[in-house]
């Protein structure tokens, strides 16, 4: 099992007779990455049919030529290449003529960019799917192939890192809120690495009595304690050859670390009752949705051992901060939802989708799984809607209204103006780390600046 990598994406073949909108469409496409390819009419395009073409735009009308007659000949020999037809005329005839051809969309003159941005993205990566090629990238954590998804920037480098880090037996420190998933990366730093055969053993610290996490991670013997009638071996020996995930380290009883710092410093453990020191081959990942530093500084944790954890570390990002991995995130729940309880997908409402997508989700990625999977249980249409919301956000009107203030369901461009600048304010002003935080090139972000007129230093983003 290897990690994922990059994929550079398939070209887009842009088919306009008019020399300056060709080249302005080419220059588009290049500036958020994609190969292009550029032809002057129907004859030149259909040079290009056996090259990697994954999405054709044409104009409809070029001279004495026709987008309809290029659809025709190239729907016969390429049939799974999504097309995207644009016109300055407005033709409803050709428009209904173009869709029965097979035209994935129809757009009229002028183009609007980020429009067609958006319609390049979702189809060249559906016709991707459709083929067997690059799935949404991911990455498996092992148990039972699951997969943690992510195309945002900051996720993809949280794969790298995974990638980079599992084939040593070095320790790993997971960061992150609750719900981000830390879990499913130690699971997945298990499965890519040398000991993916031996055993995997997770303890949380947080759902442990303190005073049961020492017999808990290091075993006892018979009469160690009062109700210590067999011994026990602990977390440590269980996983000897293999992974230990320490969950919530953060939580770790103080009187207790002196005696963890030394099983990492020598890789043995002495049961509790036992002299005996035995030894263990056990590489740690450990996680917390804690801040250690401020731990250490207020005499909670010790500094020795968090130095001694803090080896490599792997920061998960809050979902809010990964909101282009939401509508990916949301058609995987959904998916796996209607399969666990054996009914339809269900479609969202506009509404519904743009709340999804404005909503902070403080329980990150597990929240919107979870409320996913409570509408799909609890809805009985065939489109969900605000309403079918959990009942914690569905009652919640405030929350409501001040969601639907950010997200100003009546116009989109205002929720992307909106979550631009509110992004670019908490990254104050840095426009490369904001561009990463929106999924998004620094050239797009530069880009939707300008068109609003933002060149310079951006205004404070709207209230709410």
């Not at 943690?148 to 794969?159: A, N, Q, W």
């Not at 000897?240 to 939580?251: A, K, M, N, Q, S």
């Not at 605000?386 to 001040?402: C, E, I, M, Q, V």
């Not at 304010?425 to 007129?453: F, P, Y």
Request: proline share 6%; aromatic share 6%.
């Amino acid at each position: 099992m290897t990690a994922p990598s990059s994929v550079a994406p398939s070209s887009v073949l842009v088919v306009e007779d008019e020399p300056s909108e060709r080249e302005a469409l080419a220059r588009l496409l290049r500036m958020e990455e994609y190969r292009v390819i550029t032809a002057r009419d129907p004859e030149e395009a259909l040079e290009h049919l056996h090259d990697d073409v994954g999405l054709v735009i044409s104009d409809l009308r070029m001279g004495k030529a026709s987008g309809i007659d290029l659809l025709r000949l190239w729907r016969e020999r390429r049939p799974q290449t999504p097309f995207i037809m644009a016109t300055a005329y407005g033709d409803v005839d050709s428009a209904v003529t173009a869709m029965k051809l097979g035209a994935e969309d129809y757009l009229t003159k002028p183009v609007d960019p980020d429009a067609l941005l958006v319609l390049v993205r979702r189809k060249i990566a559906h016709a991707e799917q459709a083929a067997g090629g690059p799935q949404p990238a991911g990455l498996f954590e092992g148990r039972g192939g699951r997969c943690i998804l992510g195309r945002s920037p900051t996720m993809l480098e949280v794969f790298e890192r995974v990638r980079r880090a599992a084939p040593s037996d070095s320790l790993v420190l997971v960061l992150g809120e609750s719900g981000t998933g830390k879990e499913l990366i130690a699971s997945a730093i298990h499965a890519y690495s040398r000991r993916k055969d031996g055993p995997y053993i997770a303890v949380n610290i947080a759902a442990l009595p303190e005073s049961l996490v020492e017999a808990e991670l290091f075993g006892y013997v018979p009469g160690a304690f009062t109700g210590a009638e067999r011994a026990r071996i602990g977390r440590f020996e269980a996983a000897d050859r293999g992974t230990l995930f320490i969950d919530e380290i953060g939580d770790f009883p103080l009187a207790a670390q002196a005696k963890l710092l030394r099983v990492l410093d020598h890789l043995t453990v002495n049961p509790i009752g036992s002299n005996d020191e035995r030894r263990v081959d056990v590489r740690l990942v450990a996680a917390t949705s804690r801040n250690l530093g401020e731990l250490v500084a207020e005499g909670a944790f010790r500094e020795d051992l968090f130095y001694r954890l803090n080896v490599l570390s792997i920061e998960l990002p809050p979902l809010r901060e990964r909101r282009a991995d939401i509508p990916l995130l949301i058609d995987a729940f959904l998916a796996d939802a209607c399969q666990k309880h054996e009914r339809a997908s269900p479609t969202l409402s506009p509404e519904l989708t743009q709340f999804m997508l404005a909503y902070e989700w403080p329980g990150n990625v597990r929240q919107l799984r979870n409320a996913i999977e409570n509408m799909v249980v609890m809805s009985s249409g065939e489109t969900l809607s605000l309403g079918d919301l959990p009942a914690y956000l569905s009652g919640n009107s405030s929350l409501l209204a001040k969601t639907a203030d950010r997200a100003d369901t009546s116009n989109l461009r205002d929720l992307e103006r909106t979550a631009i600048l509110s992004v670019l304010e908490r990254c104050h002003g840095n426009r490369t780390h904001a561009a990463d935080v929106l999924g998004i090139s620094v050239r797009t972000l530069q880009r939707k600046l300008k068109t609003w007129g933002l060149g310079g230093n951006p205004p404070d983003p709207p209230a709410g």
